[in-house]
């Protein structure tokens, strides 16, 4: 099985689909990200606030994978936006994941309220130019954020991670990002279990037709518009589940028809309120 690769601004690959490690206990970590590399995952999304990159770390220790075959992301927390705290944060998390560099550092929520998030952003670039993260991009930004920051220090940002799933597919962040050459992250990519999703019927039906799980087709709809996901499970057959979605495509309807469930609501948290 092949993970496609997609090219980000900076020229550089990141494979379509990863693990994501939100709300992994740090104490399973180094358990559960052993599972998904021997699965198959390549690529990994922690973050500082999670806890668990020093799992995660030692899971890439023991897997005896070759780095340059991994893509690691993690994030910078909000507390640590203002003046030099960025470098001090990325070293920290350098050192608990037991690497020199990451492949992807995010900038992991605006916090608006604290106005720090463009010093942070400048920031980010001075730690892509040290090499401790070979890209760097954003997360949770809306485009009046985006723009700030383009406009500041004429870096782009690689990617945005968002909450983006079949009921809430902010349009006006995937249009701005299409315009300016930003991937879109999906994240919450099955709706964090939050709304019955799987039940709905264009999801069901296509399920059905396919083969598949419900949790395999809205995959799939992830990754046939183009975005990265990284869906995250903490038990053996889910992870290997969330993997297998190479071997079969919805039809255009298909695709159409589980677009049509927008339905214009988060199920977490509004940028503005993270802070
Ligand atoms: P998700 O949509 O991936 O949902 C995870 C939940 O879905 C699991 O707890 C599990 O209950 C269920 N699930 C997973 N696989 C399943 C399957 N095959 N069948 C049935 N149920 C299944 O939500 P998430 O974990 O919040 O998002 C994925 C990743 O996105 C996170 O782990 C994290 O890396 C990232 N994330 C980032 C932010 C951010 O602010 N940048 C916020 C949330 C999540």
């Given at each position: 099985m092949t993970i496609p690769a997609l090219t980000l601004n900076d020229g550089h690959t990141i494979p379509q689909l990863g693990f994501g490690v939100f709300k992994v206990d740090p104490a399973e970590t180094e358990r559960i990200v052993a599972e998904a590399l021997a699965a198959g995952y390549r690529h990994i999304d922690t973050a500082?606030?999670?806890?668990?990159e020093e799992g995660v770390g030692r899971a890439i220790a023991a897997?005896?994978?070759?780095?340059?075959?991994l893509f690691i992301t993690t994030k910078l927390w909000n507390?640590?936006?203002?003046?030099?705290a960025p470098h001090a944060a990325i070293d920290e998390s350098l050192g608990k994941l037991g690497?020199?560099?990451?492949d992807l550092y995010l900038v992991?929520?605006?916090?608006?309220?604290?106005?720090?998030y463009v010093n942070a952003w400048e920031r980010m670039v001075e730690i892509r130019d040290a090499g401790k993260a070979t890209s760097i991009g954003v997360s949770n930004h809306l485009p009046e954020h985006l723009e700030k920051i383009i406009a500041a220090t004429g870096v782009t940002p690689a990617v945005d991670q968002i909450e983006l799933h079949p009921a809430y597919q902010q349009r006006e962040v995937t249009r701005f990002a299409a315009d300016h050459g930003i991937l879109i992250e999906s994240w919450g990519p099955l709706g964090q279990g939050k709304y019955p999703l799987f039940d709905e019927a264009p999801v069901a039906a296509a399920a059905v037709a396919h083969g598949k799980t419900p949790a395999q087709v809205v995959l799939r709809w992830h990754l046939q518009q183009g975005v990265i996901v990284f869906p995250k499970s903490s038990t053996p057959e889910r992870i290997r589940e969330n993997l297998d979605v190479f071997d079969f495509a919805l039809t255009g309807d298909e695709q159409a028809a589980i677009t049509?469930?927008?339905?214009?609501?988060?199920?977490s948290a509004h940028p503005d309120e993270v802070n």
């Amino acid at each position: 099985m092949t993970i496609p690769a997609l090219t980000l601004n900076d020229g550089h690959t990141i494979p379509q689909l990863g693990f994501g490690v939100f709300k992994v206990d740090p104490a399973e970590t180094e358990r559960i990200v052993a599972e998904a590399l021997a699965a198959g995952y390549r690529h990994i999304d922690t973050a500082a606030i999670y806890g668990n990159e020093e799992g995660v770390g030692r899971a890439i220790a023991a897997s005896g994978i070759p780095r340059e075959e991994l893509f690691i992301t993690t994030k910078l927390w909000n507390d640590r936006q203002a003046g030099d705290a960025p470098h001090a944060a990325i070293d920290e998390s350098l050192g608990k994941l037991g690497l020199d560099r990451v492949d992807l550092y995010l900038v992991h929520w605006p916090a608006p309220r604290n106005g720090t998030y463009v010093n942070a952003w400048e920031r980010m670039v001075e730690i892509r130019d040290a090499g401790k993260a070979t890209s760097i991009g954003v997360s949770n930004h809306l485009p009046e954020h985006l723009e700030k920051i383009i406009a500041a220090t004429g870096v782009t940002p690689a990617v945005d991670q968002i909450e983006l799933h079949p009921a809430y597919q902010q349009r006006e962040v995937t249009r701005f990002a299409a315009d300016h050459g930003i991937l879109i992250e999906s994240w919450g990519p099955l709706g964090q279990g939050k709304y019955p999703l799987f039940d709905e019927a264009p999801v069901a039906a296509a399920a059905v037709a396919h083969g598949k799980t419900p949790a395999q087709v809205v995959l799939r709809w992830h990754l046939q518009q183009g975005v990265i996901v990284f869906p995250k499970s903490s038990t053996p057959e889910r992870i290997r589940e969330n993997l297998d979605v190479f071997d079969f495509a919805l039809t255009g309807d298909e695709q159409a028809a589980i677009t049509a469930l927008e339905r214009g609501g988060r199920v977490s948290a509004h940028p503005d309120e993270v802070n």
